[in-house]
């Protein structure tokens, strides 16, 4: 059974940065094309980033681009989202994705 954990989210300060982690189980990870989607508050679920499969094709939505670097480690079955620049329009609930099955989230929250 294919599980996904999120891990990384946290309360910070705008400007400041967060790197998420989800860790993928059940799953021929290295094959896989991996996504962070986000939903901010009173907001439907929105794509944030994708990598693909060696070589590792990264694409971002326009929100996060410039700001956000996607990137994964096979060996450990984990991709991670590093965010910075960080803006309160950043706060979301911030899910992993593999087809179709998602993780549970990890809240990031941006204010003073």
């Known amino acids: 059974q294919v599980r996904l954990v999120e891990s990384g989210g946290d309360l910070v300060q705008p400007g400041g940065s967060l790197t998420l982690s989800c860790k993928a189980f059940?799953?021929?990870?290295?094959?896989?094309?991996m996504k962070w989607y986000r939903q901010r508050p009173r907001k439907a679920r929105e794509w944030v980033a994708s990598i693909s499969k060696r070589p590792s094709i990264r694409t971002y939505s326009d929100a996060v681009k410039g700001r956000a670097f996607i990137y994964r480690e096979d060996a450990e079955s984990t991709v991670y989202l590093r965010m910075n620049d960080l803006t309160p329009e950043d706060t979301a609930v911030y899910y992993c994705n593999v087809g179709d099955w998602w993780g549970q989230g990890t809240q990031v929250s941006v204010f003073e």
């Open positions: 059940g799953l021929a990870f290295s094959g896989r094309e």
